[in-house]
């Protein structure tokens, strides 16, 4: 398998860039249909909770099927598997635009995850293997990082969008913009591919037995403990990020209008993290093999410290300097994990990806499910969401050990 010799960022982000910004578009998305969510309760004449489904509809179908697509990998190569999932995601965007039916409108924004679900995997899986190791994690971090600056510029675009445009035509532009990258990304894999044999690890193989290979990530301990990490960081970091609008309208005041720049300040504290694990990464993980596992107990430690101390302060200023730190942990675990996935992965590299992503928005919702019980009470969120990250830390500390063992012999 032939290497990029690249020594610079300006090389990865001139080979990936059209990869980056499909990445860019998928995390704009995301946070763009928050800010508009009112004005989708009254075109499509439902409650507010109901057009949120719009939101569930998009990840819900990435957590269910998405590890059954990237089954799909090695028998049709990255190029179709990337190029498919634009498709989709283009197609769902605009039907999305299309229409005043609610339930239509549901099952198209399921199409769009639909797309994210063939896209994500696929794109992380050929980043990596067409990059040399040394560079690797800057590679997935820029990516990381380009999903984050999405989020930056997600909420402000909704909330602009919200006042001058109508959410249909939000919609309906990202879906175009996706579809006009398709030439760039069409280009760059297959000048570099002839063939999905050749994307593919050396010891990577289709297995005809689908449920054999779609299980096959749990086969393997340690990455099954990579996933109980995933699980419990996100649980603790995105169950607690659901109540954080309460906590801050409650005790600081804070006008519904301008909640919106707390997602922008996570965002950027996730993309200077994903930036900073990049840079790290470049020198750290290649010379420790086990590098990256490090880190994933450096990010849980500072979750653990972070996350609860955002919703303890007495200031606002102190409660945002705690979020900013609490998203920069968050962007760098998130690099991390992703890297540590491919790492622990011996083979079947795209489902142990899938994998990972289901997991986090499982997560999610058990972290939501768990501190619901006491939506309004900082104390209590504060509490789990140490607990949490308590047994993060602890399973990342224990995956680490592991690792070190089978090194040592």
């Known amino acids: 398998m032939s290497h990029f010799k690249l020594s610079q960022s300006s090389g990865l982000i001139k080979i990936f860039w059209p990869l980056y910004m499909g990445l860019f578009l998928v995390g704009s998305e995301m946070y763009i249909i928050s800010p508009l969510l009112e004005a989708v309760s009254y075109d499509l004449s439902v409650s507010i909770a109901a057009s949120a489904q719009l939101i569930t509809s998009y990840v819900i179908i ?64 050929w980043i990596s293997h067409r990059i040399e190791e040394n560079l690797r994690g800057k590679a997935i971090a820029f990516g990381m990082a380009s999903f984050a600056l999405g989020q930056v510029f997600g909420v402000p675009i909704g909330a602009y969008s919200a006042a001058f445009l109508s959410w249909q035509l939000v919609l309906a532009i990202i879906g175009i913009a996706a579809i006009l990258l398709l030439p760039s990304i069409w280009k760059r894999i297959s000048s570099h591919s002839s063939n999905a044999i050749e994307m593919a690890p050396d010891n990577t193989h289709f297995d005809n037995n689908i449920i054999k290979t779609l299980l096959s990530p749990w086969q393997d301990k340690n990455l099954r403990w990579s996933y109980i990490v995933t699980f419990l960081f996100h649980s603790a970091s995105l169950g607690a990020y659901s109540f954080l609008a309460i906590y801050l309208s409650k005790h600081f005041f804070i006008h519904d209008k301008y909640i919106g720049f707390i997602g922008i300040l996570s965002g950027i504290g996730t993309f200077l993290g994903s930036l900073v694990i990049g840079y790290i990464s470049e020198r750290l993980f290649v010379k420790r093999r086990n590098g990256v596992i490090i880190f994933l107990i450096y990010c849980s430690l500072g979750g653990m410290i972070a996350v609860p101390l955002a919703f303890q302060m007495s200031y606002l200023i102190l409660s945002v300097i705690f979020i900013f730190i609490w998203f920069l942990f968050s962007g760098s675990f998130d690099s991390c994990q992703q890297h540590s996935v491919i790492f622990l992965s011996k083979d079947n590299i795209p489902t142990s990806l899938s994998w990972n992503t289901s997991i986090l928005y499982a997560a999610s919702g058990v972290g939501v499910l768990i501190m619901s019980i006491r939506p309004e009470e900082p104390n209590f969120i504060s509490g789990m969401a140490f607990l949490m990250m308590l047994v993060s830390l602890v399973s990342s500390l224990y995956l680490h050990i592991r690792i070190r063992n089978i090194d040592d012999k």
């Not at 999932?85 to 639909?114: E, K, M």
């Open 62 to 125: 990435q957590a269910i099927l998405g590890p059954f697509i990237s089954t799909l990998y090695d028998k049709l190569g990255p190029r179709a598997m990337i190029t498919i999932g634009i498709i989709i995601f283009s197609i769902g965007n605009i039907l999305s635009a299309l229409t005043y039916n609610y339930w239509f409108v549901v099952c198209s924004r399921g199409i769009a995850g639909l797309g994210v679900a063939f896209f994500g995997p696929s794109t992380w899986v």
